[in-house]
C-alpha cells in the first residue's frame, strides 16, 4: 500500500530511538550505560501514586472524563500557574492533553495552514520541527549562536520574518542546551512577537528544574500584551516523575484552546482518567519530592560539568536548567579520526556501551546529548568510559 506523503516524510523520534536501541541491547545482556532518554530515573512520589489508587478504588477513574480534562484539574493547572508564576487565566482557557507532546501536535493542527511558518530556534527539541510539518506548516530554523548560549536575538528573528509568520517556539529552559532566557531577553522577543502578531509557543515544560542561582521566567510572566500572545505548554512528566502517565497541559487564549479542545475531542476523547486524578495531586500536595529531585540533578550537573568540559576536544556552556549537558565534540571527532558524530556515537556505543543522543535531530551535528536525568554511579561511569574511548582512539 502507498502510504501517506505525510508519514513518508516524517522523521520519527531520535530521542526515542535511541533510548530504545539502549534498551534493546539491554536486554540482550549487553553492559549500558544509557544517557539517552529525558526521563527522571526518579519513581513518581508516593502521594500521587496513593491519589491514583484511591481514584481507581473509588470508581471515579473508570469514565471517559471531557476532552478538555476534568473540571477541578483544570482549575488546579490555573491555580498552580498563578501561585508559581503569577499568571492569571481562567479554567476555561487550560486543555489537559495526554503530554506536553500532544498538546504541541494539537496546537499546530489547531492554528496552521498549508505554508504556514513557525519560527524555532536551533538547536531544538526533537519534535518541534516534525509537529509543524504533520500540520501542513513550514518550519523555519534559525541558528542559536554558541557564544550566544545558543540564544536567538530579535535580530535573528527579524530576519527571517515573513508574512507567512504565524509562530515562534521559544523553549526555556532548553532541551537540548539547558539554557534559560532571561527576563531582558524575553521581553525584547515578546514585544517583538507582539508588535508583528506572532503567537509564541512557550514550552515551559523545564521551568521549575533550574540550578544554582539560575531563575527561570515563564514568557507570560513579562506583560499582559505577551501573555495574551502567548500559549503556554507545560506538563507534569519532568517535574514529578511522571513520564509514563502522559499528562500536559496548554494555557491560551480561549479561541484557540476551544479549537484545540475540538481536535482532542476527535481524536483521544480525553486523557486518562486515572493520570488526571493523578494530576491533581502533583499539583495540589506537598511539594516536597520535587525539590528533593531538583537537588538531585542539580548534584548531578555541578559533578558532571567539570568532567564532561575538560574531555579532549570538548566545548560545553554549563547548563542552567532541564537535565541536559549538550557538549560540542567537533574537535573530538577530528582528534578521534572520525568525520561524523554518528559513526564516533555508534563505536562508543559498541565499544564501551555508553549511550548517547548524537546532536543531528536538534539541528545540531556537532553536538552530542548527554541526559543526567539517571544515577551518578552511571553517569561517573559513563564519563570514564568517555574519556579511555576518546583517548584510545586519539592515539591510533
Ligand atoms: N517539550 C520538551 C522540550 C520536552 O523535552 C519534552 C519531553 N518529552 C516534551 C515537551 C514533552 O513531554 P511530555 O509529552 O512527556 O509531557
Ligand atoms: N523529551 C524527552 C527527551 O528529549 C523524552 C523523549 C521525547 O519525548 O522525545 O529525551
Redesign the pocket.
Known amino acids: 500500500m502507498e502510504l501517506s506523503e505525510r508519514i513518508q516524510h516524517l522523521k520519527p523520534s531520535v530521542?526515542l530511538a535511541a533510548a530504545a536501541k539502549a534498551n534493546a541491547l539491554k536486554t540482550q545482556g549487553k553492559d549500558i550505560l544509557n544517557l539517552t532518554i529525558?526521563?527522571p530515573d526518579f519513581a513518581t512520589p508516593e502521594n500521587i501514586q496513593e491519589a491514583a489508587i484511591r481514584a481507581i478504588k473509588s470508581g471515579k477513574a473508570s469514565y471517559y472524563t471531557p476532552s478538555a480534562g476534568i473540571p477541578e484539574l483544570r482549575q488546579a493547572i490555573v491555580d498552580y500557574t498563578k501561585k508559581n508564576y503569577g499568571i492569571q487565566y481562567e479554567a476555561s482557557q487550560a486543555i489537559v492533553t495526554?503530554?506536553?507532546?500532544?498538546?504541541?501536535y494539537v496546537l499546530f493542527q489547531t492554528i496552521l495552514n498549508p505554508k504556514d511558518e513557525v519560527i524555532i530556534p536551533v538547536p531544538y527539541?526533537v519534535?518541534y520541527g516534525e509537529q509543524v510539518k504533520l500540520a501542513q506548516g513550514r518550519p523555519v530554523f534559525v541558528r542559536g549562536k554558541e557564544k550566544n548560549a545558543f540564544k536567538v536575538t530579535v535580530s535573528q528573528l527579524e530576519e527571517v520574518r515573513s508574512t507567512k509568520t504565524k509562530a515562534l517556539i521559544i523553549?526555556s529552559p532548553?532541551?537540548p542546551t539547558g539554557m534559560i532566557y532571561d527576563k531582558k531577553e524575553l521581553q525584547a522577543i515578546g514585544e517583538w512577537a507582539v508588535k508583528n502578531d506572532v503567537l509564541i509557543v512557550a514550552?515551559d515544560?523545564?521551568g521549575r528544574l533550574v540550578y544554582n542561582d539560575n531563575e527561570f521566567t515563564p514568557m507570560a510572566a513579562i506583560s499582559e500584551a505577551i501573555r495574551k500572545q502567548t500559549i503556554i505548554?507545560n506538563?507534569?512528566?519532568?517535574t514529578y516523575a511522571m513520564?509514563g502517565w502522559?499528562?500536559?497541559y496548554a494555557l491560551g487564549s480561549q479561541e484557540i484552546i476551544n479549537g484545540m479542545i475540538s481536535i482532542a475531542s476527535q481524536s483521544t476523547s480525553n486523557p486518562t482518567a486515572v493520570s488526571q486524578y493523578a494530576a491533581i495531586e502533583a499539583l495540589t500536595g506537598t511539594q516536597e519530592a520535587v525539590e528533593e529531585m531538583r537537588n538531585a540533578f542539580a548534584e548531578r550537573l555541578n559533578l558532571l560539568y567539570p568532567l564532561v568540559s575538560s574531555l579532549p576536544g570538548v566545548t560545553l556552556n554549563k547548563p542552567q536548567g532541564?537535565f541536559y549537558l549538550f557538549p560540542n565534540v567537533k574537535e573530538t571527532l577530528l582528534m578521534c579520526g572520525y568525520e561524523n558524530v554518528t559513526k564516533w556515537a555508534e563505536d562508543l556505543l559498541e565499544e564501551t556501551g555508553v549511550a548517547v543522543v548524537t546532536g543531528e535531530g536538534f539541528g545540531a551535528p556537532e553536538n552530542i546529548r548527554l541526559s543526567y536525568a539517571t544515577n551518578l554511579g552511571t553517569l561517573e561511569e559513563a564519563i570514564r568510559k568517555m574519556a579511555y574511548f576518546i583517548e584510545s582512539k586519539s592515539q591510533n
Do not use: M, P, V
Open positions: 530521542t529525558g526521563e495526554d503530554g506536553a507532546k500532544f498538546a504541541l527539541w519534535s523553549n532548553s532541551n514550552d515544560i523545564y505548554i506538563g507534569i512528566s519532568k513520564t502522559r499528562i500536559g532541564a
